[in-house]
């Protein structure tokens, strides 16, 4: 069976899903970052599958570039925020850092 | 070129004592010791003395560079059979005229120069310059004022010497609780005045246009406010001040409104034509009116304007082609505002009260300001402006000097201060000098001014030394007796008296008075015979000379002669320092040889070089029964006869004066109780100020003080309510801005507060809760999204 459009989009939103439950469930930073990666990815095979199936032709894949280069940034600047945590509260859970709450 | 060379050594000479004035004024007082220094009095000196110098440096030039001419000329026309000839060939051909004159006219040459000194500003057609105008009027001024400046300043330095101190006692000045005024000594501050005033009186002489005269005018008025107030303390000074001063601007209004007449018709404010390269560039006043040969001004035939004209007689036209001419009505509002200036200055009657009041001043002014110079401005200016008045102004003139010589000299028989018998001698003696101008003896007039002011600062002088040596003592009742303890002062007195009385000495050593007043009477007597009707011009002063004799002996007497009166003032009299006495014996000389040779002595031919060309021949009367005004022909014919009169008067008014005051024949006091009701009356001052309090100042009292009821009831009621409705407008107003207003924006600010009260709850600061906010958002806007755009 040739796939279709609609399984690689299933497949996003599968990753989707599975990126989001893992931000929203994780209280280790790491594992937050772990499922930032995931949605965003999602997200890159939707732009892909557009890119082959739709009138988008390149463009698609040149987004998807852009997120993975824009992903390991964040993933730098998000790692040495984690850093910084940690060094200052001896952990990495997320739900110690609330000093921001109203 | 010798206008240049003139107008540089005027110049010098004019403006030496303004420096003096500023360096005196500030270096004065940020001196070391300035209430001790006579620094200042020697930089007055110097400047004024270098002055002098520089002024007959002038005279001695234009001397040379007309050779003397004025001289000759004038003894050449004295002996001509026709003196009316050159101004005939002058009129009938006047296109001619350069090259066909008489040689007595191309030999006289050009003898005044005026020009352009500095341009003040430019108002559309309006110049405002500084200009000078030279003739031998202003260079016999110049070298009078110097000379007597000079000597004055130096007097002063001794005169003055009581206010070379930290603490001045003013002993006419008290204090609220009674005491005397002590104040520092102001002793720079007096020369620097007397150094302004120099300046300014220099100016007016040297002015070439009636506007900067004014200007001037103003200046010496200030002048003498300020140097008749340098007693400020007390009342009498600080009164006699502002008397001063108000008085000359009364008589300035009448000049304000000639100087705006004047520039509506003739466009011009300058006395004589700017001339470059022989060629008029800028026509004068004097050159405006042209005089016919019967010395009337060429008028209009049917309307009776007068023509005005250019520099060859020729009538000046309008852009529309008419005439230029000016109403001849104008003609005489422009002579009698001019000389309105006259009266106020020269202390003429009707505004003749200030000048004795002006005494309350230290004695030297009183002796340059209030005698010889600025008093004499009056004259100078009426003698100046001379060529732009007409016969009814004249007369005007004539007349008021006629009134004030016998009024004044009537108040100075019976006047005791030694300084207001001076004062009323130099408004009768100014007024001599108006009467001459007025019956037509210009030269009289000035020639006039100049004797006097020699010998009348002589007097000043001399009662100054008088007062100086009797310890500020001026009434002449508590003197007497004083001639061996003062002998130089009292025997130059006697000089003045005697040159002030007109007597006559022989082998040609006449007093200058003499001289001079034999020209004003003569000239009366000669407008006597040809106006019968105008008899009074000759006979009161004639009678006045005599006045003038017995007040003058009267005072010397009073003073000199006869017992001590107070002994307490005769035992500590004392002659004065030589810096006194040297002005004293300087000025003695020239009151009595300033006018020798008389008519045909340097002084008088001087003066009459330069008179106004119509004088010479007289006039001729424009109309029946109209003023006929006399030449020199006239006036020499009468000379003898009228000289006589007035010597025969003189001494038996010196006669009277010597049997009353000289000996002990009569007794004096006796005859006052007689004749109380006259003695009370001229005591009195004819009741001037009582007359002006009435008519004047009690009138404007009463409007004051309705303008301050006025104030008071009306415009204070009127800004009081205005004030209370403000602040009742005000409190409502705070109530609205309290609870309005404030109530609005502190509502919006309690909202703002409220909102984010309530919102800060969802910032929990839990992160995942955050992402689940994301995710029901995403989730939120995919719902939306497929149900308001499915498909």
Known sequence: MQPDLSSYLFIGAVLFVCGVICMATKRNAIGVLMGVELVLNGANVNFVAFSKYTALGLDGQVFSLFVIVLAAAEAAVALAIVLNFYNNHLTVDVDRGNKLKG | ?791
């Not at chain 2, 110049?11 to 004592?17: G, N, Q, Y």
């Not at chain 2, 007097?155 to 003055?160: D, N, P, V």
């Not at chain 2, 004083?482 to 002998?487: C, T, V």
């Not at chain 2, 009277?656 to 009370?680: D, F, W």
């Open chain 2, 1 to 791: 070129m010798v206008g240049e060379t003139l107008k540089f050594w005027l110049m010098i000479a004019w403006l030496l004592p303004l420096a003096g004035f500023v360096v005196e004024i500030f270096f004065g007082f940020y001196s070391k010791n300035p209430r001790h220094s006579k620094a200042a009095a020697w930089c007055a000196v110097g400047c004024i003395g270098i002055g002098f110098l520089c002024s007959a440096n002038a005279l001695r030039i234009w001397g040379n560079a007309n050779d003397w001419c004025v001289l000759e000329v004038a003894e050449h026309s004295n002996a001509h059979a026709d003196p009316a000839h050159s101004e005939e060939t002058h009129d009938a051909d006047k296109a001619l005229a350069d090259h066909d004159h008489s040689d007595a006219d191309s030999a006289k040459g050009q003898t005044a120069y005026s020009g352009v000194i500095y341009t003040l500003g430019v108002f559309g057609s309006l110049e405002v310059t500084l200009d000078y105008y030279i003739d031998s009027l202003t260079l016999v001024m110049f070298t009078m004022v110097t000379l007597i400046a000079t000597c004055i300043h130096l007097f002063a330095i001794g005169y003055m010497s009581d206010e070379l101190t930290d603490e001045y006692v003013d002993h006419s000045a008290h204090t609220a609780d009674g005491g005397h005024v002590h104040r520092p000594g102001r002793f720079y501050r007096f020369f620097a005045f007397m150094s302004l005033f120099c300046f300014a009186m220099l100016g007016l002489v040297l002015a070439g246009n009636i506007f900067q005269v004014f200007i001037f005018w103003e200046l010496v008025g200030i002048c003498s406010f300020l140097l008749i107030g340098f007693y400020t303390e007390r009342k009498t000074a600080s009164d006699a001040a502002n008397k001063a001063f108000i008085m000359n601007r009364v008589g300035d209004f009448g000049f304000l409104i000639g100087l705006m007449v004047l520039w509506t018709f003739f466009g011009t404010f300058r006395f004589g034509d700017t001339v470059v390269d022989d060629q008029v560039v800028d026509q004068g006043l004097f050159s405006m009116v042209h005089r016919d040969n019967t010395g009337n001004l060429t008028r209009e035939e049917f309307t009776g304007d007068v023509l005005i004209t250019d520099t060859h007689g020729h009538v000046l036209t309008n852009e529309d082609g008419s005439n230029r001419q000016i109403p001849y009505y104008l003609m005489v509002v422009v002579g009698l505002g001019i000389f309105a200036g006259c009266v106020g200055k020269s202390a003429q009657f009707p505004l003749q009260t200030w000048l004795p009041d002006a005494m309350e001043g230290p004695t030297p002014v009183s002796a340059l300001v209030h005698s010889a110079t600025m008093v004499a401005a009056g004259v100078y200016l009426a003698g100046r402006f001379f060529p732009m008045f007409v016969q009814e102004v004249l007369l005007t003139i004539a007349y008021t000097g006629c009134i004030t010589l016998f009024l004044a000299a009537t108040i100075a028989m019976v006047a005791t201060d030694i300084k207001k018998v001076l004062a009323y001698s130099t408004i009768s003696q100014l007024g001599y000098m108006m009467l001459g101008i007025g019956v037509f003896g210009w030269a009289a007039g000035l020639f006039h001014l100049i004797t006097h002011a020699f010998f009348k600062s002589l007097m000043f002088l001399c009662s100054g030394s008088v007062i100086y040596g009797c310890h500020h003592e001026q009434e002449m009742p508590k003197m007497g007796g004083l001639l061996w303890k003062m002998p130089i002062t009292a025997f130059t007195m006697l000089v003045g008296v005697c040159a002030i009385s007109g007597f006559w000495v022989p082998f040609g050593l006449e007093f200058s008075g003499y001289h001079s007043k034999d020209a004003i009477v003569a000239s009366a007597l000669a407008f006597n015979y040809a106006n019968p009707a105008h008899f009074l011009l000759f006979l009161i002063p004639l009678l006045t000379a005599g006045i003038t004799a017995f007040y003058m002996f009267r005072m010397w007497f009073y003073t000199f002669v006869g017992k001590p009166r107070d002994q307490h003032v005769h035992e500590h009299a004392h002659e004065s320092p030589w810096v006194m006495t040297v002005p004293l014996v300087i000025l003695a000389v020239f009151a009595w040889f300033c006018a020798y040779g008389g008519e045909s002595g340097r002084l008088y031919l001087m003066l009459t070089g330069d008179e106004p060309a119509h004088v010479a021949a007289g006039v001729t009367a424009a109309t029946a029964g109209g003023i006929v005004l006399p030449g020199h022909d006239a006036i020499h014919a009468v000379h003898g006869q009228a000289g006589t009169w007035a010597l025969i008067a003189a001494l038996s008014g010196a006669l009277i004066a010597y049997v009353l005051y000289g000996t002990s024949v009569v007794n004096v006091e006796e005859m006052k109780r007689q004749l109380a009701g006259v003695h009370g009356f001229l005591a009195n001052k004819w009741h001037f100020d009582e007359l002006y309090d009435a008519l004047f100042m009690k009138p404007a009292h009463k409007v004051a003080a309705f303008c301050a009821w006025f104030d008071g009831a009306v415009f204070d009621r009127i800004l009081h309510s205005a004030a209370k409705a403000t602040v009742i407008v005000s409190k409502w107003d705070r109530v609205f801005d309290e609870n309005v207003v404030d109530g609005f924006v502190n509502l919006i600010a309690s909202a703002t507060q409220s909102v984010g009260t309530s919102l800060k709850v969802v910032q929990t600061g839990r992160l995942r809760q955050y992402v689940m906010f994301i995710v029901l958002g995403v989730v939120a806007l995919f719902a939306v999204m497929f149900t308001t755009f499915p498909g």
